[in-house]
C-alpha cells in the first residue's frame, strides 16, 4: 500500500522500530521509548497482515511469511496463540496492549528487556495482554484503566491459578484459549449455591 507506514525489525530488542508512522493505528498500537515508537512483535506482524506496515531487516523488506517466522522465537515474547488473541481483539477494535507495560516512557531501550523477560513463556500462567474499550479518544499518555487482562492459556485453568491471578490484579480477568484456529474467552463468577437439605 502507498499510505504504509515503515519499520525496521531490531533482533537485539525484539521489537520494530518505526520509521515514519501514517495513520490512526499508531495512535494505539507501539510504545515510545526515548522518543522512538516500537512495536512488538504481535503488533508488528498484525499491522503487517493488514497491510499498514512495510517491515524491513537490515534494509531488505520481509514478507509475510518471514515476519510470521518472528513469533517462533522465544525472546521476542508472543507465542502463536497470543497473536491469535491479540488479533481477535484488534480486529474487533479494541485497544490491546501488554500487561502492565507502559505506553510510554523516557527510559532507555534496555527498559524493554526487561518488559520482554516479564512476558516470556513459562510453565505458569499469567497475564498477558491489558483490553481497553475501542475509544477514538484514546491517548497513549492517559490510558486510564483496561477493561480487563487476558491470560492466554492451551488448557482450563485451575482454581487455584484462576484465584492467584484474580488476587493480583486490579482489574477483572478474562481467559482466553485457541484451538482449531477459533479464539474462546472466557471469565469466572464465585457464586453462592442453595444448600439442598
Not at 515514519?20 to 512483535?41: D, M, Q, Y
Not at 512495510?54 to 517462533?72: A, Y
Not at 481467559?175 to 479464539?183: E, L, P, R, S
Request: net charge neutral; glycine share 6%.
Amino acid at each position: 500500500r502507498k499510505d504504509a507506514s515503515t519499520a525496521e525489525w531490531d533482533d537485539r530488542i525484539g521489537m520494530a522500530r518505526v520509521a515514519n508512522p501514517r495513520g490512526k493505528i499508531w495512535n494505539t498500537t507501539g510504545v515510545i521509548r526515548s522518543s522512538s515508537l516500537l512495536c512488538n512483535v504481535e503488533e508488528t506482524i498484525y499491522l503487517v497482515e493488514q497491510g499498514c506496515l512495510v517491515l524491513t531487516l537490515q534494509g531488505r523488506t520481509m514478507d509475510l511469511h518471514e515476519v510470521l517466522e518472528l513469533l517462533g522465537v522465544e525472546k521476542n515474547g508472543c507465542s502463536m496463540d497470543a497473536y491469535n488473541v491479540y488479533s481477535h481483539f484488534k480486529a474487533l477494535g479494541y485497544v490491546v496492549s501488554r500487561h502492565n507495560v507502559d505506553w510510554t516512557a523516557k527510559e532507555e531501550l534496555e527498559s524493554i528487556d526487561r518488559e520482554r523477560d516479564d512476558h516470556s513463556s513459562s510453565s505458569s500462567l499469567k497475564l498477558v495482554f491489558d483490553v481497553y474499550a475501542p475509544n477514538s479518544q484514546f491517548r497513549k499518555t492517559s490510558p486510564g484503566v483496561p477493561l480487563f487482562s487476558l491470560c492466554v492459556s492451551r488448557t482450563a485453568p485451575t482454581k487455584n491459578q484462576v484465584n492467584t491471578l484474580e488476587r493480583g490484579s486490579k482489574v477483572p480477568v478474562k481467559f482466553a484459549t485457541v484451538q482449531g484456529g477459533h479464539v474462546g474467552i472466557f471469565s469466572f463468577t464465585t457464586v453462592e449455591l442453595p444448600c439442598l437439605s
